[in-house]
Each structure stands twice: as C-alpha cells, then as structure tokens.
C-alpha cells in the first residue's frame, strides 16, 4: 500500500500514514494530530469523561468552536467511538442555542459525534444563549430551565445518553437529564469529552 502523506490538523506538521485493513475492517480512524500534540492532552481520571480540561485543551475547544474550525471535530474522533459504539442507551447531543448555531455554523456537540461515527437523535432545544460558566453559583442554581423539549420530540420509556464537549459545573447536564426525565425517560446517563 502507498503511504499518503496528510498534516497535523494542530501544527502542521506532516504525518506519514501507511493505510491498513484494520481502518477498514474496524472503524479504525488514521491519526490525524501528531504524537506530540496528542501527548498534550492529559486523560481524565473520572469515568464521564476522556481528557481533563488544560492550556492544550483550551487552546483545542477555541479553534474548533470559536473560530469555527469544523475539521477539529476528527481529533478524537477514535476515542469517542471507543467509548460510545456499544452504547445501548440512544445518545443525545447536547444542543447550542439556534442562534449561537446560526453563528458558529455548526454545532460542535453533533460534529464530534459525526466524525467518531455515533449515531445520535436531537430530542432537546437549548432556551438561552447564556453560558453556565458566566454564572456564580447562586446564579446558576437559580437559573430558569436551560432545555425545552423539541415540538417533534417523542421521548420513550428508555434509556438515554447525553453527550456534551465540557462539563464544568454540571448544571447544564443536570437541566436536560431534568427535561428528559420528567418526559418519560427510563434513565439518562452523561457522558463528555471533557471535564473542566
């Protein structure tokens, strides 16, 4: 097989990949950052989350999010997979407000999904374009409902998982396990990518 030479989507520095059979028979994704900014990134010791929130990390969530550097969604994609592919529960993406995604252009949440291959439903709208993380905690803890549930949505008797890229103070994923719960959910895990 030839080697295909691609780039660090975080430095640019060239990346020599040999293609396998392995990519193709077991959703396999190639590298697309190099080892040493991969070994920037410091694993999460909490079993809700992959990476612990850092300068690299910091630095990561500012380029995909904020200055809307969709390809980023790829980074982690293979540990995404890892751990959400034998997932029973139906994951849920928590969702950006319409007018943030109007902005940003995509949401960040469904892209990191779509690049590790996890298929996921939108059953939530987010109510505000505030962030949790602007509040103290006598604000957060005061703070109307974050989520409503989608006009279309249809909420079953089952087991649900919610996705978001950064749990700070878990407000947020407490507000939408709330929606879903008191719409009928059996159970609503959370799951993200990373933990501030």
């Known amino acids: 097989m030839n080697k295909t030479e691609i780039f660090c989507l975080l430095c640019a520095q060239p990346l020599q990949l040999v293609p396998s059979w392995k990519s193709l028979l077991f959703n396999y994704f190639p590298p697309c950052i190099c080892e040493k900014c991969s070994a920037q990134f410091q694993r999460s010791s909490i079993q809700t989350a992959l990476y612990q929130y850092n300068d690299a990390m910091k630095s990561y969530l500012h380029q995909f999010k904020f200055l809307q550097d ?3 969604a790829k980074v982690f994609r293979q540990e995404i997979h890892a751990q959400l592919k034998r997932q029973k529960a139906t994951v849920i993406p928590i969702p950006i407000h319409p007018q943030k995604q109007q902005e940003r252009t995509f949401s960040h949440t469904e892209e990191l999904l779509k690049a590790a291959k996890i298929p996921y439903t939108q059953l939530l709208e987010k109510t505000t374009t505030e962030t949790q993380s602007s509040k103290n905690r006598a604000q957060r803890l005061q703070s109307a409902p974050l989520f409503r549930l989608l006009p279309e949505a ?3 008797r089952k087991d649900y998982l919610l996705f978001d890229d950064i749990e700070t103070t878990g407000t947020t994923l407490r507000h939408a396990q709330q929606v ?4 009928g959910a059996q159970s609503v895990r959370t799951f993200t990518l ?3």
């Open 70 to 72: 969709v390809a980023l």
């Open 154 to 156: 249809q909420v079953e």
């Open 180 to 183: 879903l719960l008191e719409a």
């Open 194 to 196: 990373i933990n501030g």
